[in-house]
């Protein structure tokens, strides 16, 4: 990435809610980080040959099921996402099936082509002459999609795409573990599922350790107007390859150095996916780095979690005042970065108090809530319990009607008729599909950020020891009102 001289440059903003008070037992402390990156959209990216793509694409017998057309959906995903590619960038394209064959390029099998033209038009041709037979073997596809990008070490971004109907064969969990560790921090992988086949579970944990999303395809005609399946595939097949090409900083580094007397102990990110980084962290002698990947123009939250040694006396000591227990930093070529953040948590015999009631933390905590509820409904009618369905389905609807969540209510539509969603009174659809709740296991994966007045307010309440209140003399942390009595801040800090 470029910034020439007095052009627009990549500019970063952090945003925190921390839990200031902890409770005199509590060993863990728990932050909320939020990094924002903009500018890169003005920003001249790298060179088109300096990024590589591979798009694979499921055949097995079971994708030729003349009812839902899927193979002719995924050649007409494929072509979509050839022609999507920007000129000059390498690619491949990978036919899945119980192996994994590379149709394109055809005189070149283990390497990418430059997109020209002519490559372009013939890997077109070749993605709507795919044809369907065979088994399912996930791993061998993302061993070949890892050989295909390797082999290009000098390319600054490189990203795999597939679309599949079903799951890894059975027995190749050792196999697919293998693999994925090999793959992981080696390139970005986005998958897609369609159909009644495949396993949310597996899709959302094999994109979780390539740093990408899994979606599926929601119902054609459902309440909510979705389009037809052919539609919908490519539309998110031609969105993977644009959002790729957007992605201008090739890495940015979260950098934690807490006080000696606390150690490391996870970092999630919270949104726009949830995905847990904690194995991607690097001890530096003291601060701890957590690479989270390539970016584009967009704001991502985390969670950090440290926790403190009982036994140090400089915990015994830290626990009788206010106590400095982390410095947050952010490490990228090419940006301007804003200063470190320092990290104070004091801790009381008493209850806590709310740093910011309904803050960044609230928003997470309710979307937490709300997940959970659609994954319960969603176990439930895998057990045949209809009841507990409409029960948890319902609770979820009324959380998303409650914050406003429009695109989460129309998601939900995909599996209960809602009849009061202030009340969370609904029914299951009478059509409800295997498929229907394997896509809404991969959307509870997608997180929505909190809106930008409730980032601000958190991050601006977050600074600054705690008050007394004047009325009970209850100590409050900033914030809009008093736990202990209820009274309000005036200006709401």
């Not at 809610?17 to 409770?23: F, K, S, T, V």
């Not at 309440?461 to 007394?468: E, F, M, P, T, Y």
């Amino acid at each position: 990435m470029t910034t020439p001289g007095g052009g627009p440059r990549a500019e970063l903003t952090t945003a925190y809610e921390r839990d200031q008070y902890a409770h005199a037992d509590d060993r863990a402390v728990g932050v909320l980080v939020g990094v924002t990156v903009s500018g890169l959209a003005a920003v001249a990216g790298p060179p088109p040959e300096h990024r590589s793509e591979v798009i694979i694409i499921d055949c097995s017998g079971s994708m030729a099921r003349p009812s839902l057309h899927k193979i002719a959906v995924a050649r007409r995903a494929a072509a979509a996402a050839v022609a999507a590619l920007p000129e000059g960038v390498h690619f491949a394209l990978v036919k899945g099936t119980g192996t994994a064959q590379v149709v394109y390029p055809w005189h070149e099998p283990r390497g990418t082509v430059p997109v020209t033209p002519r490559t372009r038009e013939e890997a077109i041709r070749t993605a709507l002459g795919l044809t369907a037979h065979g088994g399912t073997r996930i791993d061998a596809w993302l061993d070949t999609a890892h050989d295909l990008l390797a082999a290009r070490p000098d390319a600054a971004f490189r990203h795999a795409l597939f679309l599949t109907d079903g799951r890894n064969r059975p027995g190749a969990e050792a196999e697919l573990s293998r693999v994925l560790h090999a793959c992981a921090g080696q390139f970005r992988g986005d998958a897609l599922g369609i159909g009644d086949l495949w396993d949310a579970d597996e899709l959302t944990r094999i994109t979780g350790r390539l740093n990408g999303l899994a979606y599926g395809v929601a119902r054609p005609g459902a309440d909510g107007g979705a389009p037809p399946l052919r539609e919908q595939v490519t539309e998110l097949f031609e969105g993977f390859v644009h959002a790729s090409a957007a992605r201008k900083l090739r890495e940015l580094t979260v950098c934690v150095r807490p006080e000696p007397w606390l150690s490391f102990g996870g970092f999630r990110q919270l949104s726009p996916v949830d995905l847990d980084l904690t194995a991607r962290a690097r001890d530096r002698g003291g601060e701890v780095a957590i690479p989270t990947g390539a970016w584009a123009d967009e704001t991502r939250w985390y969670r950090l979690r440290l926790h403190a040694d009982a036994t140090d006396p400089r915990f015994a000591a830290a626990r009788r005042a206010a106590a400095h227990v982390a410095t947050v930093g952010l490490a990228a070529d090419g940006l301007a970065l804003p200063p470190a953040l320092d990290i104070v948590v004091r801790w009381t015999d008493e209850d806590p108090p709310l740093t910011n009631p309904g803050g960044v933390a609230e928003h997470f905590a309710r979307q937490a809530e709300m997940n959970e509820a659609a994954r319960r409904g969603a176990r439930a009618v895998e057990e045949g319990d209809t009841a507990a369905a409409e029960r948890h389905f319902g609770r979820a609807v009324r959380i998303a009607h409650e914050d406003g969540n429009e695109v989460r209510l129309a998601q939900l539509r995909d599996l209960v008729l809602i009849d009061a969603p202030d009340t969370g009174r609904v029914r299951l659809r009478p059509d409800l599909s295997r498929g229907d709740i394997q896509t809404e296991g991969s959307r509870r994966s997608h997180v929505r950020n909190p809106a930008p007045g409730v980032a601000a307010d958190s991050a601006a309440q977050s600074g600054g020891l705690a008050r007394h209140c004047p009325v009970c003399s209850a100590p409050v942390p900033p914030g809009r009102f008093c736990n202990a009595c209820g009274t309000a801040w005036e200006g709401g800090a």
